[in-house]
Structure formats: C-alpha cells, structure tokens
C-alpha cells in the first residue's frame, strides 16, 4: 500500500490550502482514511478521519475550519483546511486505517504517507 500527499505550502493566517493523499494498494473505498499532524516539538495528534461510507469526524481544534473528504473513483483523500492559524503549522500525515470506520487512533492505522508541510506564518 502506497500513500502520498501533497498539497502542503507556505500560507499567511487565514489563509487556505487543500491537502491531497493519493492511495494505491488495496481496496480505497473500504477502508477508513485519516489525516494526523505532528508540530515541531510535540507528538503526531489526530486531526480528521473519514469512514469508508463517508462519515467524518474532527478534532475540537480544527472542527468548522477544516473539511475531509474522499473521491473513491480516484482513490483519492482531501484536507481542505480554511482559516488557518499559526498553531496549524505541523507536517500532515494521511493514513488507511484497519477497517472501515473513521478512527482518532494513531495506533489503529497500518498505512502512512511521507507527509507534507505546513507553514502557517505572515
């Protein structure tokens, strides 16, 4: 299984961008997918999972400012992340859970992309 996001920038406060994660491997449409972040100094934190039938979660941090979403025909994953705050700057991680639903544990997804970065400055 191969996942690789793009999409990460240099972006001002209130700024937005849209992350992408492209899978290859195994079955997209029947696994859950989630997007994690580690800031510099800190552990990689949970930011946004979505089941395989679509229903997504959020953290409290970025619940109404960020959108997950997933394009099945293209085995594709999205972050749009709107409203951004300097606190946002981490690398983003996406990940293919071990079954279908939208989990919030790190230790519950078996495959992980080589992340992107993003820098939230002015």
């Known amino acids: 299984v191969q996942l690789q996001a793009s999409g990460g920038g240099l972006v001002q406060p209130g700024g937005s961008l849209r992350l992408s994660c492209a899978a290859s491997g195994r079955t997209f449409s029947s696994y859950g997918m989630g997007w994690f972040r580690r800031a510099p100094g800190k552990e990689r934190e949970f930011v946004s999972a979505?089941?395989?039938?679509?229903?997504?979660t959020y953290a409290d941090s970025v619940k109404d400012r960020f959108t997950i979403s997933r394009d099945n025909a293209k085995n594709t994953l999205y972050l749009q992340m709107n409203s951004l705050k300097p606190e946002d700057t981490a690398v983003y991680y996406c990940?293919?859970?071990?079954?279908?639903?939208?989990?919030?544990?790190?230790?519950?997804?078996?495959?992980w992309g080589q992340g992107t970065l993003v820098t939230v400055s002015s």
């Open positions: 979505i089941a395989s039938g679509g229903s997504p």
């Open positions: 990940a293919s859970s071990r079954g279908s639903s939208a989990f919030r544990m790190v230790g519950l997804y078996d495959y």
